[in-house]
């Protein structure tokens, strides 16, 4: 079997303000989004922009070094997100930056359960 060989055209990391084409979401590419402070003071949880779409994910703020795994619901592509704290804030609320690696597929599939009969009536 071949080895995967990266493309030296494609780049494999993308900065902050970096668009992304959907093409380019392949396995091992890094993305760096800025985040922002998500409602509620219960435990630190930031929002971080998904780079395939529009939509955001809701990330718990641990330990440095810490990684979670985030599967985009509309597109279904997995990431590994580590925060990184930035420094240089004059107030108290901590800022973020979310460091993406896109992982290989993974064949996710999402399901809702099916609504009770006379339900929402």
Known sequence: MPRFQP????????????????????????????????????????????????????????RPGEFRLVVCTSCGLCYEVGLHDENDTWDDIPNYLAVLTVLPYIDVTFARPKPKAGAGR
Do not use: Q
């Open 7 to 62: 493309d030296p055209a494609i780049p494999a990391r993308y900065g902050p303000d970096d668009p992304v084409p959907p093409n380019r979401l392949i396995a091992g590419v890094v993305v760096r989004r800025r985040t922002e402070p998500a409602p509620g003071r219960l435990r630190p949880r930031v929002d971080v922009p998904m780079p395939c779409c529009t939509r955001w994910a809701r990330v718990l703020a641990g």
